[in-house]
T-cell receptor
């Protein structure tokens, strides 16, 4: 089964509201990566977290890596229509296999 | 700088036909991989390679073969296409598995 779980599968928010997606691994990860895929496009790398408890920010996006390095989250403050897309987390719980979560589809109502 | 190039962009096959999806990168990356994307399933790893001459199976390898004769190229072969293989296929490359992945534009494959 999928070793990297991601929730929720889908979220529809009003523009200006916040959004969070969560990622959980059954095993400890050396690092975790986050990607964004616009509708009809390909996944694009956003950020990588390596250290236990690490927090990184990119403008309105905040990424966290859990203390046990098994979970992570992406939080978007005050969503905009440009945030629309699918957000994926990815990690390598099993050697050289990079496994992606199922993704969270974000839709923003203006 | 082309990055990761996938061909073709679209393809329709009949059940039982064979086909090779091409993937080439010009960044001298050692790590390359193939994913399929289906609604609600995210990106599932088919096969990957850590360098020329080395390949290994991912999460969903059945029905697919790969080879890595050069650093640049990593073709994916469907030996006998089945409707269950209708999907969008993405190739990715990076210096290694723990570095950011660079994705191609994808191949949209339909099998009738």
């Amino acid at each position: 089964g999928q070793q990297v779980m991601q929730i929720p599968q889908y979220q529809h928010v009003q523009e200006g509201e916040d959004f969070t997606t969560y990622c959980n691994s059954s095993t400890t990860l050396s690092n975790i990566q986050w990607y964004k895929q616009r509708p009809g496009g390909h996944p694009v790398f956003l950020i990588q977290l390596v250290k236990s408890g690490e927090v990184k920010k990119q403008k309105r996006l905040t990424f966290q890596f859990g203390e046990a390095k098994k979970n992570s989250s992406l939080h978007i403050t005050a969503t905009q229509t440009t945030d629309v897309g699918t957000y994926f987390c990815a990690g390598a719980p099993d050697g050289n296999k990079l496994v992606f979560g199922a993704g969270t589809i974000l839709r923003v109502k203006s | 700088n082309a990055g990761v190039t996938q061909t073709p962009k679209f393809q329709v096959l009949k059940t039982g036909q064979s086909m090779t999806l091409q993937c080439a990168q010009d960044m001298n990356h050692e790590y390359m991989s193939w994913y399929r994307q289906d609604p609600g399933m995210g990106l599932r790893l088919i096969h990957y390679s850590v360098g020329a001459g080395i390949t290994d199976q991912g999460e969903v390898p059945n029905g697919y073969n790969v080879s890595r004769s050069t650093t640049e190229d990593f073709p994916l072969r469907l030996l006998s296409a089945a409707p269950s293989q209708t999907s969008v296929y993405f190739c990715a490359s990076s210096p290694d598995v723990r570095q950011p992945q660079h994705f191609g534009d994808g191949t949209r494959l339909s099998i009738l």
